[in-house]
């Protein structure tokens, strides 16, 4: 097991940067977005986010009319009150995530502590925005009991040549309306798959 990373100041500064940044810029997104996307500033009050979950109602219920292109066919902002887990998958399970998500932050810092050395600025930062991404999201998750979502890339775009989706079965390539909170996630599990290839090919 390689502990140089636990030992390392800067190691742990890259790890605190990163996660300190991707949160802060999730935060205040989703701010910026619930106060100016739709005609008027929207307030996520969980108390009725709750009582709606409840009574089996949509969460969009709570939410104007509302959506912004901002390119055709590229990105459009819509604010959407996501009960479940990434790309609304789960719903109706909120603590179940929040547990998960708890772990997941747990595992990740354990792979900064096992799987990294101090030099592994590339790991450490993937692992920042993995860490960023879950706190984003679990923040929402306890103080609105949902995740505010706006960000809705590709939308429209159908697959070609009428084929599906795999596993969604649909034809939008993206149909989820997400947040920079899942942005951060996918990029830093990319940046890891990347890494953890790279030591691969290293030892081949």
Known sequence: MKMGSVRSRSAWAVLFVVTFLGVASDLFSKAVAFRTIADHPVVVDREQVLRAQHEGRSLGSLLPPN???VIPHVLDLSLVL?????????????WFFVAFTAGALALAIWMFAAWTRPRDYLAHAAIGLLVSGGLGNLYDRIVYACVRDFLHPLPGVNMPFGLNMPLTGQREIWPYVSNIADLWLLIGIGMLMGYL????QKKA
Not at 197 to 200: E, F, L, N, S, V
């Open 82 to 94: 996501n009960p479940g887990a990434v790309f609304g998958i789960g719903a109706g399970r909120r």
């Open 67 to 69: 959506s912004v292109t």
């Open 197 to 200: 290839w790279r030591g691969g």
